[in-house]
């Protein structure tokens, strides 16, 4: 029995190329004789595409004994002759390159070796990692591409590290996935329900008093004695006559009459003295409310104010000199509410800013002839957290006014105990007091608002109350909206 010896096999690298050979004779090697003879031979012979995974191996059987092998790049894939007629192929880097085998007493053959990354375990990494993705993992050469839409940027991002992992370089990595662009967040509205309740309770205490004479006067003597807080009596059409033209001759006859617009509280009137008596003496007590109930949207962090006034005219002066101008700017007053309100979750935080201002002429300013009123404000601003549709009020703004005025006649009101009767004197106190109600409601996206329909409320005209009565203040314009 014969045994045959494997060949020999030397493997080198001349540039990029590396070669097998198996027992070739030195005619193989030069330019001009069987070797260039094969070398046209491999440029016509038909290629066998030979597609390789990275890291696997496949084993080609040639069916005859090998004579030379030859590789372009042995850094993609190299070959090993296992036995005379079957060669080893190891798939290293992907890439593609061409294999010349040789055979001996046999065409050349030409294979053409493709080396690929094994993207379908890749593939599935992916599709168990992100399972409501959509993501497409292809090959490009030595490349790892990426395509398809994902949520946000953070998944794509995770994506990524997950091939370059695979790949083994980012820079290996082309990324062709899109984001597609976040709907804009829809913001939630705030609807602010406001009451404002200002109660205004007055006290008011006159006295005073007038003498007067009958209208021939006492003794021919017209005379009358007070202090103008009220009318008093006037004389009209009167009359006398004298006997004589001299001064202090005795009057014959008088005649003459009262004007009276008003007989006041106490009205006395002798005929035989010809004198009179008016007092005025009262005490009243009022109480008035008013209410403002304004209804106001917004943005969950956006302003939104009311304002239910006016404004008034203040001269500024502008310039210096012969340059000195007048100009006017207006200020508002009246009743305002500032607020701002942020959602979150269930509630809202509401930073609320209230005011009341008045024109207050008692303490106005003259200034080259106009008259500029002050303002009696009352403002407050604070922050809250509130439930939907939970109610908080704020109370206690009081304002209070004391008023008193004497009036008497020089000289005679001040003589002591007789004085008090050319006197008069009057005593105003005023006390208001404000109370904002606000609740606050986070609208639905599907709410129609306020109120689909326009209020038609039915308010009775100078309605007749009985005595101690008050009007009930009409219903809410506007009725529950629906979450």
Partial sequence: MRKIAA??????????????LAQAPPALHRADGPGAAAAEAAGAAEVIPLPLLVGRSTVIDVGSPIARVSLTDADIADALVTSPSQLLVNGKTPGTISMLVWPRGGDLRR????????????????????????????????????????????????????????????????????????????????????????????????????????????????????????????????????????????????????????FLNFFILSEKYDLGLLVRALQSRGLFQSLAEPNLVAESGKDASFLAGGEFPVPVAQGLGANLGISVQFKEFGIRLSFTPTVTGDRVHLRVRP???????????????????????????????????????????????????????????????LGYLFRSKAARKDQTELVVMITPQILAPASPGVTDRLPRVQEPFLPALPEGASLPPPPPAFGETPR
């Fill in 7 to 20: 060949p020999l096999l030397v493997v080198w690298v001349v540039g990029s190329a590396a070669s097998v």
């Fill in 111 to 262: 294979y053409e070796i493709a080396v690929q990354r094994d993207l379908a375990r890749l593939q599935g990494q992916l599709v168990s990692l992100f399972p409501e993705e959509s993501i497409d993992v292809r090959g490009t050469g030595s490349h790892i591409v990426l395509s398809g839409t994902v949520s946000t940027k953070d998944v794509a991002a995770r994506a990524v590290d997950v091939a370059a992992g695979f790949a083994g370089r980012r820079e290996d990595v082309v990324v062709l996935l899109q984001v597609p662009p976040a709907p804009a967040p829809r913001s939630q509205q705030v609807l602010l329900r406001v009451r404002f309740a200002e109660v205004s309770r007055s006290a008011l205490t006159e006295l005073g008093l007038s003498l007067f004479t009958g209208p021939t006067g006492v003794r021919n003597t017209l005379g009358r004695v007070t202090t103008e807080q009220f009318s008093a009596p006037d004389f009209a059409d009167t009359q006398w006559n004298k006997d004589g033209s001299g001064f202090g001759d005795p009057v014959k006859n008088a005649s003459g009459k009262f004007t009276f617009s008003d």
């Fill in 355 to 417: 005011e009341v201002s008045l024109l207050d002429f008692n303490n106005a300013v003259v200034m080259s002839g106009f008259r500029i009123p002050a303002l009696s404000t009352r403002r407050t601003e604070t922050e809250i957290e509130l439930s939907d549709g939970q109610t908080f009020a704020i109370a206690g703004l009081m304002n209070n006014t004391m008023t008193q005025t004497l009036s008497k006649v020089p000289g005679i009101g001040d003589i002591p105990i």
